[in-house]
């Protein structure tokens, strides 16, 4: 059975030290280990240590296949967004960016399928670099759930999500730039608390905002299982209709509606939960998603729906199907 990881992350061995360059910031750059790890800093201060996995493609595929994953839907890790950056650097960022995942798709055909990075706070040059993205090979977008603290909803991203849809560009919504950072710290909740409720604030944002009702066609995937949304749309559905005046100003059609109409990611790491979020998307609609290379993700590769009592044809939608259509490419560019 082919098996597609959809969301995984990945960065070049080797990049410039941005912040010097450009001379301000806190952007990326890596700082290379003896011991053949690397520190991520974020422009003088320590951000994260990463493995080789991070970045060589060949030690990738040899980890992925002992899960019996055939191909890896890589992107960026989203601290390299720099939303906050001027237009010109973060556009010279993203290119940068995109060569490499564009090379390793050329290279890796049959192993890698590339989603770009764009700069959103500048959305003519957005689109600019969307459209050179799918130039060189790239079938879609990461962006994160809020650019610079403004809502997915706001009307300068549209003609964003409108050029994505025309030109046929999937899009990845990831967390990051979590709310509530400063003032919870402690016991790692930006990423256990935080980044749920971000991928709620994202699908609200577009639905309630009427971007996923203008753009039927827009196929977006919200990661880590649709954070909660799903979990909560009983409480969202409840507040649009008691309280229509707040929620229902710029789109009149229940967020229930949109069910099915978007794609989810597979990484809850429990089997109820995931049968449950099933339950509401239908297996066409829930991608298997590692977050590979990192801890929180699930690094065994959908070995908990493998090993669950989910139907030979649902497990079959989950590992590539609902990825396949997502991405709308064909299965035999895989498996011929």
Same mark, same amino acid.
């Given at each position: 059975?082919?098996?597609?990881?959809?969301?995984?992350?990945?960065?070049?061995? +080797?990049?410039?030290?941005?912040?010097?360059?450009?001379?301000?910031?806190?952007?990326?750059?890596?700082?290379?280990?003896?011991?053949?790890?690397?520190?991520?800093?974020?422009?003088?201060?320590?951000?994260?240590? /990463?493995?080789?996995?991070?970045?060589?493609?060949?030690?990738?595929?040899? =980890?992925?296949?002992?899960?019996?994953?055939?191909?890896?839907?890589?992107?960026?890790?989203?601290?390299?967004?720099?939303?906050?950056?001027?237009?010109?650097?973060?556009?010279?960022?993203? *290119?940068?960016?995109?060569?490499?995942? !564009?090379?390793?798709?050329? *290279?890796?055909?049959?192993?890698?399928?590339?989603?770009?990075?764009?700069?959103?706070?500048?959305?003519?040059?957005?689109?600019?670099? %969307? +459209?050179?993205?799918?130039?060189?090979?790239?079938?879609?977008?990461? /962006?994160?759930?809020?650019?610079?603290? =403004?809502?997915?909803?706001?009307?300068?991203?549209?003609?964003?999500?409108?050029?994505?849809?025309?030109? $046929?560009?999937?899009?990845?919504?990831?967390?990051?730039?979590?709310?509530?950072?400063?003032?919870?710290?402690?016991?790692?909740?930006?990423?256990?608390?935080?980044?749920?409720? =971000?991928?709620?604030?994202?699908?609200?944002?577009?639905?309630?905002?009427?971007?996923?009702? *203008?753009?039927?066609?827009? *196929?977006?995937?919200?990661?880590? !299982? $649709?954070?909660?949304?799903?979990?909560?749309?009983?409480?969202? +559905?409840?507040?649009?209709?008691?309280?229509?005046?707040?929620?229902?100003?710029?789109?009149?059609?229940?967020?229930?509606?949109?069910? $099915?109409?978007?794609?989810?990611?597979?990484?809850?790491?429990?089997?109820?939960?995931?049968?449950?979020?099933?339950?509401?998307?239908?297996?066409?609609?829930?991608?298997?998603?590692?977050?590979?290379?990192?801890?929180?993700?699930?690094? +065994?590769? $959908?070995?908990?729906?493998?090993?669950? !009592?989910?139907?030979?044809? /649902?497990?079959?939608?989950?590992?590539?199907?609902?990825?396949?259509?997502? %991405?709308?490419?064909?299965? =035999? %560019?895989?498996?011929?």
């Amino acid at each position: 059975m082919l098996k597609i990881d959809m969301h995984s992350h990945i960065l070049p061995k +080797e990049m410039p030290n941005w912040t010097q360059k450009f001379g301000y910031g806190k952007f990326i750059h890596l700082e290379h280990q003896q011991d053949g790890s690397a520190d991520m800093m974020q422009g003088g201060q320590f951000f994260r240590r /990463i493995q080789e996995n991070c970045w060589d493609a060949e030690l990738r595929i040899k =980890e992925y296949q002992d899960f019996q994953t055939q191909v890896q839907v890589v992107c960026t890790i989203p601290v390299m967004f720099s939303y906050w950056a001027k237009t010109a650097d973060a556009l010279e960022l993203s *290119r940068f960016l995109n060569d490499h995942l !564009a090379d390793l798709v050329t *290279r890796y055909p049959k192993q890698y399928i590339g989603l770009a990075t764009i700069p959103m706070q500048d959305p003519e040059a957005a689109i600019q670099e %969307l +459209e050179r993205a799918k130039s060189i090979g790239l079938v879609g977008i990461q /962006i994160g759930s809020n650019i610079n603290d =403004e809502n997915l909803s706001e009307d300068k991203f549209f003609p964003i999500f409108e050029a994505c849809a025309k030109l $046929g560009m999937a899009v990845m919504i990831h967390p990051w730039q979590m709310m509530g950072f400063d003032s919870m710290k402690k016991y790692w909740l930006p990423w256990l608390v935080g980044m749920p409720a =971000e991928t709620s604030r994202a699908a609200c944002s577009l639905i309630f905002g009427g971007v996923l009702e *203008r753009l039927p066609e827009l *196929r977006v995937c919200f990661s880590h !299982a $649709g954070g909660s949304f799903l979990p909560t749309l009983g409480r969202i +559905e409840h507040g649009f209709n008691c309280r229509p005046d707040l929620v229902a100003i710029d789109n009149p059609h229940n967020p229930r509606t949109y069910l $099915g109409k978007f794609w989810v990611d597979s990484i809850t790491h429990d089997i109820d939960a995931l049968e449950y979020i099933l339950k509401m998307q239908g297996s066409k609609r829930v991608c298997l998603g590692s977050d590979y290379p990192f801890p929180l993700g699930d690094l +065994e590769i $959908g070995k908990f729906i493998e090993e669950s !009592a989910l139907s030979p044809q /649902i497990k079959e939608d989950i590992f590539s199907n609902a990825t396949l259509e997502w %991405l709308n490419l064909d299965k =035999e %560019l895989f498996t011929r």
